[in-house]
């Protein structure tokens, strides 16, 4: 059993920051891209930033010069440091781990249970 938990500060001013965390538990054998998806209200969820294993990254325009995505591959830990936040970065973020567990045969996909933020102007 694998389970990703979130955890983090939800809300904050346009301009300030938020830092969203996220530690994948259970049964690991190996974990390669941990990212984060984001959906605004009445919108589909999106990528907002991704980090590979070896630490390659890539981020949404949108976000780009602004969040920063790193990982903790010893503690299976992925974290997203927002800065300069905008209203409408406003939605719930999911935290995302491809991650290969014990007694399977891949990689599946995993996400969090979801975290609102919000960003108010």
């Known amino acids: 059993q694998v389970q990703l938990v979130e955890s983090g500060r939800g809300s904050a001013q346009a301009g300030g920051s938020l830092r969203l965390s996220c530690a994948a538990s259970?049964?690991?054998?190996?974990?390669?891209?941990m990212g984060w998806y984001r959906q605004p209200p009445g919108e589909q969820r999106d990528l907002a930033a991704v980090?590979?294993?070896?630490?390659?990254?890539n981020y949404a325009d949108s976000v780009k010069g602004r969040f920063t995505i790193s990982r903790d591959n010893a503690k299976n830990t992925v974290t997203l440091q927002m800065n300069s936040l905008k209203p409408e970065d406003t939605g719930v973020y999911y935290c995302?781990?491809?991650?290969?567990?014990?007694?399977?045969?891949?990689?599946?996909?995993?996400w969090g249970q979801g975290t609102l933020v919000t960003v108010s102007s």
């Open positions: 995302y781990a491809q991650v290969w567990a014990v007694g399977y045969a891949a990689h599946d996909d995993y």
């Open positions: 259970g049964n690991i054998f190996s974990i390669n891209d």
């Open positions: 980090i590979s294993r070896d630490g390659t990254t």
